[in-house]
């Protein structure tokens, strides 16, 4: 991915990811209470951040690390 797909990609994805994910366990934790949108919009708000700059650290490293899975798989040996 380059240029400005690189910034735009982990900003939605973790976006959709927390959005989904702080749903479930906002509804597993209170179920459905009057004020679960309230308790669930303010989970998404605290997670997603957390998730978007974790994102940006840690994709160069994901990346890598399942290209050389792969490589290993393929039965391609050395550095991926």
């Known amino acids: 991915m380059e240029g400005k797909a690189r910034i735009i990609f982990p900003i939605f994805a973790t976006a959709i990811i927390v959005l ?8 597993s934790d209170i179920g459905p209470r009057g004020d679960f949108v309230l308790r669930w919009l303010s989970a998404f708000l ?7 700059v974790t994102g940006y650290v840690v994709m ?13 798989i393929e039965g391609k040996h050395g550095d991926a």
């Open 20 to 27: 989904v994910a702080s749903a479930a366990v906002t509804f």
């Open 46 to 52: 605290i997670g997603w951040p957390v998730a978007a």
């Open 60 to 72: 160069p490293h994901v990346r890598h690390l399942t290209e050389h899975i792969v490589a290993l």
